[in-house]
């Protein structure tokens, strides 16, 4: 049973990153990446209440190999010249804090929801276009999540502004069933 739920996990966050394309950038595009947290909560342990809807994990920066932009680390990879630091963030994500702790939480145990957008801003943002600028690019990502554009529970989550991905050969059946279920309760 947990192999089953594990596939379908992995099966659901493959659907759900979707590829947005970048131009003058070192890295190619990025990857929004969505968690359905009832799966993630079947394996590990959340704290409650857990959302019934997608939720945003991270958006990265992507090189055209489908290789993720390595953290940012001053030794190893100084991929952008001072960027704020991931302490300085959290006054600056004041004006959209309520989206973010509705779309964007921490499923975990012993971690803030502010903890976890540290962490997403040293690991992905500040190696993103946005590496002065936490608010636009928490905003942003805000923004592509709740774009009806990329809902997966809609079925447009294969196409993009500049990429068109052919849909999978077959979607296992435990999926399709997720999103009538959910399909049926909006």
């Known amino acids: 049973m947990i192999i089953k739920q594990l596939l379908a996990f992995a099966a659901v966050v493959m659907l759900a990153s979707l590829v947005v394309s970048v131009n003058g950038s070192k890295f190619a595009f990025y990857k929004l990446s969505l968690i359905w947290p009832n799966s993630v909560c079947k394996i590990t342990t959340c704290k409650p209440p857990i959302p019934s809807y997608f939720t945003i994990h ?42 973010l702790d509705k779309k964007w939480p921490n499923l975990w145990v012993r971690k803030t929801n502010v903890d976890f957008w540290k962490i997403k801003w040293q690991h992905h943002g500040m190696c993103s276009d946005y590496p002065r600028d936490p608010l636009d690019y928490f905003k942003d990502t805000l923004n592509l999540a709740l774009s009806k554009r990329f809902d997966p529970f809609k079925g447009n989550y294969y196409s993009t502004a500049l990429v068109t991905m052919p849909p999978p050969k077959a979607i296992p059946a435990s999926i399709n069933e997720t999103r009538q279920k959910a399909r049926s309760k909006l």
Do not use: H, M, Q, R
Not at 62 to 91: E, H, L, M, R, W
């Open 58 to 99: 991270g958006l990265w920066p992507t090189f055209g190999n489908d290789i993720p932009v390595p953290p940012y680390n001053p030794a190893s990879n100084k991929c952008s010249p001072n960027p704020t630091s991931p302490d300085d963030i959290v006054g600056e994500l004041a004006p959209i804090k309520d989206k």
